[in-house]
């Protein structure tokens, strides 16, 4: 009787672990590309112009400006 018991649970055991690893692939959206525009005289794919960097913003206080905008004028 206890040999069958644990044959049971082990076998449950077993299934429940190759569920687990099956889904353990880690699956992630596709990430969506963007069309490549061609040159109109070569017919190449057309380099994207290197954009520049804009400096940094200055970081304000969120408690004081949350307290500036609830300020009645």
Same mark, same amino acid.
């Given at each position: 009787?206890?040999? %069958? *018991?644990? &044959? %049971?649970?082990?076998? *449950? *055991? &077993?299934?429940? %672990?190759? &569920?687990? %690893? @099956?889904?353990?692939?880690?699956?992630?959206?596709?990430? $969506?590309?963007? $069309?490549?525009? /061609?040159?109109?005289?070569?017919? /190449?794919?057309? @380099?994207?112009?290197?954009? @520049?960097? @804009?400096?940094?913003?200055?970081?304000?206080? /969120? /408690? $004081?400006?949350?307290?500036?905008?609830?300020?009645?004028?």
């Amino acid at each position: 009787m206890a040999n %069958l *018991v644990s &044959e %049971l649970v082990s076998g *449950v *055991v &077993e299934s429940v %672990l190759k &569920e687990i %690893l @099956k889904k353990a692939g880690g699956t992630t959206a596709t990430k $969506r590309q963007k $069309r490549q525009t /061609r040159s109109a005289t070569t017919g /190449r794919f057309k @380099k994207a112009p290197a954009t @520049k960097a @804009k400096p940094a913003k200055k970081q304000v206080s /969120r /408690r $004081r400006t949350a307290a500036s905008h609830s300020k009645s004028s």
